[in-house]
């Protein structure tokens, strides 16, 4: 059986939902997916990143000088979780698998069907339409690609010890130009993200 839920946009609305989702339904893996901006300066639009580990950059310490990221903690027993929150192992080989016969649409400016990439994936409250940002979270933590949720179910799956991965399609490449690059490739971005999803829960184990 699968089950199917819509987070709404940012952290809170994704943690929440994951929560509710693994009470009620107790799932056996959790795959997160959806739109998301590129960092790594070869993606464009379209192209694919399988979450081999995510982030929250906006989780940690302002100073005047800079924000200090920092680990989460959890709740219950009061231990930090990591920094970065790992794909599961086995969720990131079926994902690669499925996207080696998954029937992609290439975007209408492009030539080539996506590109696909395991990297890293950072995720903040924030939609990122800078270039001086994109640099930043590229220098600080490699970051492959920038979204508002990813990490956030991440962390609740990791706590309840659920394996979880999260994938995105690009539909910017969160520069200056994001708001009207998100217009005109999201439903593309959104169509392949969600491709790729069904394909691979076709050949996941019961």
Same mark, same amino acid.
């Given at each position: 059986?699968?089950?199917?839920? !819509? ?12 929560? $509710?989702?693994?009470? /009620? ?6 795959? $997160? ?21 995510t982030l929250q950059y906006? $989780? ?49 400016? /492009? ?14 409250? &924030? ?33 309840? /010890? ?24 999201? !439903? ?15 050949? &996941?184990?019961?």
């Amino acid at each position: 059986k699968v089950v199917i839920v !819509k987070t709404g946009v940012g952290k809170v609305n994704a943690a929440m939902t994951t929560a $509710f989702l693994l009470q /009620q339904f107790r799932p056996k893996r959790v795959i $997160f997916t959806g739109i998301a901006g590129a960092i790594h300066p070869d993606l464009k639009p379209g192209d694919i990143v399988i979450g081999k580990q995510t982030l929250q950059y906006d $989780f940690g310490q302002v100073t005047d000088d800079s924000l200090i990221t920092r680990s989460t903690r959890n709740p219950i027993d009061r231990m930090l979780n990591p920094l970065f929150f790992k794909g599961d192992s086995l969720l990131l080989v079926s994902a690669q698998s499925a996207a080696q016969t998954t029937n992609f649409k290439k975007m209408n400016t /492009q030539a080539n069907l996506p590109h696909i990439i395991i990297g890293t994936i950072v995720t903040g409250d &924030l939609f990122v339409s800078s270039e001086t940002k994109v640099r930043e979270l590229r220098s600080k933590f490699n970051a492959d690609a920038t979204e508002m949720e990813g990490a956030a179910v991440a962390q609740i799956c990791w706590q309840q /010890q659920v394996p979880c991965l999260v994938i995105r399609s690009m539909s910017d490449k969160a520069d200056s130009k994001a708001q009207e690059s998100i217009q005109n490739f999201i !439903k593309t971005a959104g169509y392949n993200s969600a491709n790729l999803l069904i394909n691979m829960l076709m050949k &996941l184990p019961d």
